[in-house]
């Protein structure tokens, strides 16, 4: 079977998704990136400006699951495509707002069109993409989530400096109309032989084989899927620690450590470089070792705990530039493995919806970890502590993973 050489099509493919799921988290994180000069200029309060990014995940989690099923119904393409002229057209609004409400719907409006879009893409990939290729292919896609935030910082805060932030939106707004033309002419689906032969390859080892044709039995279908549960209550831990604990990094280094925060922020990118790095190249070492992924994946989503563990018990901040990329390789690495599992174990017709249920889960994590920690930092009034009480969810998660089942 033919593992990293991947065709013109696929290359073709995976850069096209890549750049889309990138994309969405330009348009996502261009608030934070000029939030401060907006907030002055606007008269917002910082907790005002804070819920701007509370709104856009309340839209994320409303349409993650119904825009799975979009992209089932009417085609991953026409689903990718409207994302991301939506995504242009919201963005470009945000350059208009006069008011607090104005600018906190265009924000949650914003969340929900970008919700389809993760979906959409691995089904692209469910479809190009063979199952000894998914892991190295998955592994590049998800790389964009942490290249998205040295993107939007290379340019949004300059030019809203210099140029107003209402250029800042408007130049992120263009950003997708780039992408819609490169998607326009490449993401199609496969012929029908290749597409025959990804299905044969993708079937489950639980799952039923027949189409089901209404909404209830689809659901039905992926509530009756072993392997589809374990994945969500696995997701619903890992991911949701990992950016509770990416939001929280520079936070904790600041105020436990009293480092300043252009320190931290330095930090942290050394920590989204690693990142970077390891999902891509977990994924490729996934698709070669002789290792059944979601063991793998166990092993990988098991080392975040330790990881955290030692970044919060890192009392030199020196050493912060080598736990912190200890981190991010613990925080992100399982991410490429999971998704790569999800295409796996979804029938192929209901991939954009087995994406979208597990993704839901996911999100509820992100939204609730958070709380947690501020919940812990409450009661003990140690940002440390805090920090180390979520380390047992990446464990549960990776317990989860066992009761994956694969076929051969």
Known sequence: MNRLNFSRTQILILLSVWLTFLISFVVRLSWSSVMPIVNE???????????????????????????????????YRKTILFSLLSMAVVTALMSTIDSYAYGWWLRLLLGVVSGPVQASCLSALGDHFGPNQRGAAVGIFMSCTSFGITTVNLYAPFVATYYGWQMAFLVTAALPLVVLALCYWNVRKPSAYILAQREAEAAPADSHVGEATSLKENLLHILQNRNVKFLAIAGFFATGTTWGVTQWANLYMVKQLGVTAI???????????????????????????????????????????????????TSNPNMLFVTGPILGIGAFMHSALTNALVIQSAAPHLRGTTAGFVNLFNQIGVMLAPMLLSNVLTWTGNYQYALMSIAIAPILGAIALFFVRLGK
């Open 263 to 313: 320190y931290a922020g330095q930090v942290m990118t050394a920590f989204g470089t690693a990142a970077l790095i390891a999902k891509p190249t977990i994924g490729i070492l996934s698709d070669l070792l002789p290792i059944k992924k979601n063991h793998l994946t166990a092993f990988v989503m098991f080392l975040f705990a330790p990881a955290l563990l030692i970044f919060a018990n």
């Open 41 to 75: 200029a606007l008269q917002f309060t910082p907790q005002m400006g804070t819920s701007y990014l509370s709104a856009f995940y309340v839209g994320y989690a409303i349409a993650v699951l119904p825009g799975g099923i979009l992209a089932d119904r009417i085609g």
